[in-house]
């Protein structure tokens, strides 16, 4: 008896075209039915952004006889995952990918990451997500290294099936496949972004910014996913999309709220 | 001896001119000095979204000699944040409020919403700093019911300092003053929108999609800001940016990931 395939549904926040997100369905192809919902046009750094006071465009790419079945949208990434379930997908997938994004979402980064918010979307509605990244913005980064370890992961995921409402935030560092240590369960870094603005003048004389920025790590931890990136290891996080920090209700609590 | 006020930043995601913005501006005016950067158009559900790809301007709209410095700014909640941290005020603030939102940002709202991430993202940068919200979606929705609570909250919050990497998520139920029951510290209710998308044609013939939904609250815990909003209190929600699920870390440790 065949066993019935999983449904995989990708997406990504580097658009439609991103070699990433070839390196990805390539994978996903092997292991599942895939069908491919991706923005029409780099979305990086748009968070869990939805489109509410705008028109959305979904247009199919895949031809008739193509086995993947692969669509661009107008929206951003967290669109793409609502339209693929709601509009596309005739049953709720059994997983959802993301990525492989160009460049880090490891640490503070999955908070403003299209990809990660993208897989959280996935896991708010019930479906197993996993987002990947690789720590090379190059549009022509290496993704074959990563290859093996996405297969092994994912394997691993529909195996095994992830805790309850919690998605995977998995980073790659840039390494060759013999310096790759393995794959390390982390968690977040404490980080940020500490903010440069390039003032720069329109011809017209008028006075933009442009955000730019330095990665300023504040966390030493040795079982956080900056150390194990750092020290070749691919970073495995489990993100949670309930936000109540329940440690610090006691100390509210104390408060005079009511007085 | 003259107190040194507090340098209190405003901002929000409905856009400079929304009536929230201008009654959190009137409580805050009493309390501190207070600088305005907020987006120069609506920017709801824009999550923790940022503008890294094109530019941002930033308009000055205070006059010379006004009390209180107004900007309004191209971009997202987030950027309005980052710009005036930045390029603005000339000290780190001692307080970000964001809203009011016209509108719920209670249970899982609070991922998508462009008021909670620009306080989000003043919490990253250590910040202390509140959202505030009212179930009320109409723009001449009735925000002087909340201003004494405002005050109140905003008051407590410089009094106490609020725990480490904490910001709070407020959101008002709307009801009259003599119908509030006062301030719940809450969980964040589990819940997520089941959406619903219109399908329409353009003038030309093109299929496009707009999306809708219906929120689904999936929690009948009395500890959840939903309990707290249908029973008649103001729920306050300490919301974390640290998303790992460490609850889930030893479970995840226990599957095959290197072999």
Redesign the interface.
């Known amino acids: 008896m065949n066993k019935v395939k999983p449904l995989i549904l990708i997406t990504n926040d580097d658009g439609v075209s991103a070699p990433g997100l070839r390196a990805l369905i390539s994978v996903m192809a092997e292991i599942g039915e895939v069908v491919v919902v991706a923005p029409d046009q ?1 979305q ?10 705008n ?4 247009n199919k790419i895949s031809k008739e006889n193509d086995s993947i079945l692969e669509y661009s949208c107008s929206g ?1 990434p ?2 793409c995952v ?2 693929a ?3 596309i997908l005739k049953k709720k997938p059994d997983l959802c990918v993301s990525g492989v994004n160009h460049g880090s979402n490891s640490s ?1 980064n ?3 990451s299209g990809t990660m ?1 993208a897989a ?1 979307e996935a896991g ?2 019930g479906i197993p997500a996993i987002g990947f990244s690789l720590l090379d913005y190059d549009w022509n980064a290496d993704f074959e290294t990563m290859k093996p370890f996405i297969r ?2 994912t394997l ?1 995921v529909l195996k ?1 099936s992830l ?1 309850k ?2 998605v995977l935030n998995v980073n790659f560092p840039k390494l060759k496949k013999d310096d790759i240590k ?4 982390c ?2 870094a ?1 980080a ?1 972004w500490v ?3 390039y ?1 720069r003048q329109t011809p017209q004389g ?6 730019a920025g330095e990665f300023v790590n504040q966390d030493k931890g040795e079982d956080t996913d900056e150390w194990a990136l750092a020290n070749g290891y691919i970073s ?14 006691q ?3 104390c ?4 007085e």
Chains 1, 2 share one sequence.
């Open positions: 780099p990086s750094g748009m968070g869990h952004a939805i489109t509410t006071n028109t959305l465009y979904l951003t967290v669109d609502k339209l379930v709601n509009e503070i999955v908070i403003y918010s959280v708010i509605e092994k992961i691993e095994n805790p409402d919690i393995g794959i390390k369960i968690r977040q404490k940020l903010e440069k603005f003032k008028r006075d933009y910014y442009w955000l495995v996080v489990p993100v949670q999309f309930d936000l109540t920090a329940h440690h610090a209700t100390q509210l609590n408060w005079n709220w009511n």
